[in-house]
């Protein structure tokens, strides 16, 4: 069997990204994605750079921190200040319940412009491309529209499409998100620090094994008071670190001969 290991968010906070490097360097992280949007960019591309043999992608963010693109030319994606609209207040729009209502919220002009504008930073930050494209938080049909768009002006993968046309069996939904659909993500504070990453991937282990292709995903960082202040979705990150630099997950991994792989050793 072949595994992916997929942090997302690197950049987000110095936390974020400190644990994310912390997981390339010592655990069984075997991709990660960028955002290239958040103030910190230029200095997290740095540790990029340095590793350049790693798999880096950019998670395209649009309910999180500042906007690459002038507000101004973005009016239905930000707020006043300039900042993009969470997502914990988009699924609570009632237009966000039917395609014409997130066709308003998310127009694709306004969509494509600022995932653009992320790509074009991410590149020019860290002097090479993405190895894939990958989509954050909620989903919209525009914000799919202008990834695949990006990914073919590029020549890049979406990385749900590689998880969906090569069967991946994975801990968390593979498919791509219907837009309508709850956001399943556990934001309650003592639920995320119960959380037990290492229990999930032994749960999950024979369906893990039983396909030539698994994900583990998750969103491992450390947790500093600047991610308290961006998303709820902060306390389990920690646990998710902690599976990734985990001895009993290693052993698990080579116990089971499984082969660590990244979305730049696939093939489509």
């Not at 046309?165 to 956001?183: A, D, M, S, T, W």
């Not at 396909?211 to 979705?233: C, K, M, N, W």
Request: glycine content about 8%; proline content about 5%.
């Amino acid at each position: 069997m072949k595994l992916i290991v997929q942090g997302d968010d690197y950049g987000f906070t110095k936390g974020v990204t400190y644990g994310i490097l912390e997981g390339i360097d010592h655990g069984v992280l075997t991709a990660s994605g960028m955002f290239a949007n958040m103030d910190i960019a230029p200095w997290a591309a740095k540790f990029m750079k340095e590793r350049k043999d790693f798999c880096w992608g950019i998670d395209f963010n649009v309910v999180s921190g500042p906007s690459v693109c002038d507000p101004k030319e973005i009016p239905h994606m930000v707020d006043e200040n300039g900042e993009f609209i969470r997502s914990g207040v988009r699924v609570k729009d009632p237009r966000f319940l039917t395609e014409e209502g997130r066709a308003e919220m998310f127009p694709y002009d306004e969509m494509y412009k600022e995932l653009r504008g992320q790509y074009d930073r991410f590149t020019e930050l860290t002097g090479f491309k993405p190895s894939y494209l990958h989509a954050h938080s909620i989903s919209s049909e525009n914000y799919v529209k202008a990834i695949h768009q990006i990914g073919e002006e590029e020549g890049i993968f979406f990385s749900q499409d590689v998880q969906e046309k090569l069967h991946f069996h994975g801990l968390h939904r593979i498919k791509k998100p219907k837009p309508n659909e709850p956001v399943k993500k556990e934001f309650d504070p003592m639920a995320q620090l119960n959380k037990d990453t290492i229990a999930q991937v032994f749960e999950n282990e024979e369906f893990l094994l039983s396909g030539e292709y698994a994900l583990i995903g998750g969103h491992p960082g450390y947790v500093d008071a600047d991610l308290l202040s961006l998303t709820t979705l902060s306390l389990e990150r920690c646990k998710d670190l902690q599976m990734i630099l985990s001895p009993k997950i290693r052993k698990w991994i080579d116990d089971n001969h499984i082969e660590l792989i990244s979305y730049k050793d696939i093939v489509l």
